[in-house]
T-cell receptor, first 113, second 111 residues
Framework: GGIITQTPKFLIGQEGQKLTLKCQQNFNHDTMYWYRQDSGKGLRLIYYSITENDLQKGDLSEGYDASREKKSSFSLTVTSAQKNEMAVFLC????????????FGSGTRLTVL | GQQVQQSPPASLVLQEGENAELQCTYSTTLNSMQWFYQRPGGRLVSLLYSPSWAEQRGGRLTSSAASNESRSSLHISSSQITDSGTYLCAMVKDSNYQLIWGSGTKLIIKP
């Protein structure tokens, strides 16, 4: 079976710092997603990509950049970390672009000092 | 905007063996929905996917939808301690790609 690997598992940064989160999948899925999960709230979509080199903004894209240089990897950059950004960032993939049956990574927990 | 409300809103505590029913209500017409499970510190796992509001079954899990009432339910029969965790629903917008998520219900099964 496939797996989605997110690195790092924990990320600590300073306010104003540029931080990059990485995600790798070996499902050979076309579509990949970055979500933000805040405690007590639903997931919010930051960016998604339906194929290599494609990028689509989600509802929460401001303050973030993303990169899909290979089909298997999708990275997310926090352009200037803010203290209210402390959350868990989840990467996911799906076989089609229809969002059926998402497979998730275990997340990166971001702490901003 | 489009919203998904989950109930119970925070947590549900049951005794082992009892049946659990979790619900999602939504504020607009959507074309399919999914239920996900997350163990504390674990990854989100897709449980059931229901296109066209069909009832879906998987072992002790059943999801059903009442589109005329804008509601979807997840029924867990004979709950087990290992069912404890957070259950989230997500609805697919007509444009696909983007899911609208509920905030989750924490299910606690006690022995």
């Amino acid at each position: 079976g496939g797996i989605i690997t997110q690195t790092p598992k924990f990320l600590i940064g300073q306010e104003g710092q540029k931080l990059t989160l990485k995600c790798q999948q070996n499902f050979n899925h076309d579509t990949m997603y970055w979500y933000r999960q805040d405690s007590g709230k639903g997931l919010r979509l930051i960016y998604y990509s339906i194929t290599e080199n494609d990028l689509q903004k989600g509802d929460l894209s401001e303050g973030y950049d993303a990169s899909r240089e290979k089909k298997s990897s999708f990275s997310l950059t926090v352009t200037s970390a803010q203290k209210n950004e402390m959350a868990v960032f989840l990467c996911a993939s799906s076989i089609w672009a229809s969002a059926e049956t998402l497979y998730f990574g275990s997340g990166t927990r971001l702490t901003v000092l | 905007g489009q919203q998904v409300q989950q109930s119970p809103p925070a947590s549900l505590v049951l005794q082992e063996g009892e049946n659990a029913e979790l619900q999602c209500t939504y504020s607009t017409t959507l074309n399919s929905m999914q239920w996900f499970y997350q163990r504390p510190g674990g990854r989100l796992v897709s449980l059931l996917y229901s296109p066209s509001w069909a009832e879906q079954r998987g072992g002790r899990l059943t999801s059903s939808a009442a589109s005329n009432e804008s509601r979807s339910s997840l029924h867990i029969s004979s709950s087990q301690i290992t069912d404890s965790g957070t259950y989230l629903c997500a609805m697919v917008k007509d444009s696909n790609y983007q899911l609208i998520w509920g905030s989750g219900t924490k299910l606690i099964i006690k022995p």
